[in-house]
């Protein structure tokens, strides 16, 4: 059955991926899922957190936020300490970019992503993980070219969709419509060899079996496949 948008049940929203999207930061992209669009940057500082000085390897953490018109009716800034929601996001953001580093060849070092959804229409986390890996990819190239680096610590390819079930069907990179309306929400990251880095699902109307859970696996797979193609594309890549 046609979506409200006229897509298959299989089919990605329309992606894309501008990059260069900030003048002056290391690496920077804005991607659109949709009618999600979220803009993110790689920061590189030189140094570490305190509890890693002297372990001769780098971090990197993540900060995301919902700008207040990103949303239908205005959303307050959190000027007063981060939601729940943001933490659990911007975490997710992190451990995933980890991932996809060898922490030890990036030397003593701290990149810093910065995820800020500028327009809201459901997938935001998965939109904030595929485009902060294009962003990510071009701070290690500015490092390497600025001769800072000799060899890349990126080791895998990282992307995320999202997958659920509405009405009865399973369904590819959810839509806020989709999303409020889904008996199952799942979040799903992979690395470029198809290894799972976290998987959220939660049954939001009605429990689901395991057929339907490999269902959503497999739906996840196919959209991360294609979303590691076009972030390939971005960055220049065969």
């Given at each position: ?56 390897q780098g971090w990197l953490t993540a900060e995301y936020a919902l700008l207040p018109r990103a949303t239908h009716t205005r959303t307050r ?162």
């Open positions: 059955m046609p979506r409200n948008d006229g897509r298959s049940p299989d089919e990605l929203r329309p992606v894309e991926i501008v990059t260069h999207a900030q003048k002056y930061a290391e690496g920077s992209v804005l991607i659109k899922f949709g009618n999600t669009h979220v803009l993110c940057s790689a920061s590189v500082e030189s140094g570490v957190p305190p509890w890693l000085r002297g372990r001769a800034r959190e000027r007063n300490g981060l939601g729940g929601r943001t933490q659990e996001i911007q975490r997710l953001i992190g451990r995933s970019l980890r991932a996809a580093l060898d922490l030890k060849l990036l030397g003593e070092r701290t990149i810093t992503v910065d995820c800020d959804v500028l327009q809201a229409d459901g997938g935001t986390r998965t939109a904030a993980i595929t485009g902060s890996y294009v962003a990510l990819a071009q701070a290690i190239e500015h490092l390497i070219t600025a001769g800072e680096l000799t060899v890349t610590p990126l080791v895998t390819q990282i992307a995320a969709v999202s997958v659920g079930i509405v009405n009865g069907e399973a369904m590819l990179d959810l839509d806020y419509s989709e999303d409020s309306a889904a008996d199952v929400d799942c979040n799903i990251v992979q690395t470029g060899e198809g290894a799972f880095i976290e998987i959220q699902g939660t049954a939001e109307r009605k429990p689901f079996d395991r057929a339907q859970f490999n269902t959503l696996l497999e739906l996840g797979e196919h959209g991360i496949r294609e979303l590691m193609a076009q972030q390939r594309i971005s960055l220049g890549a065969a």
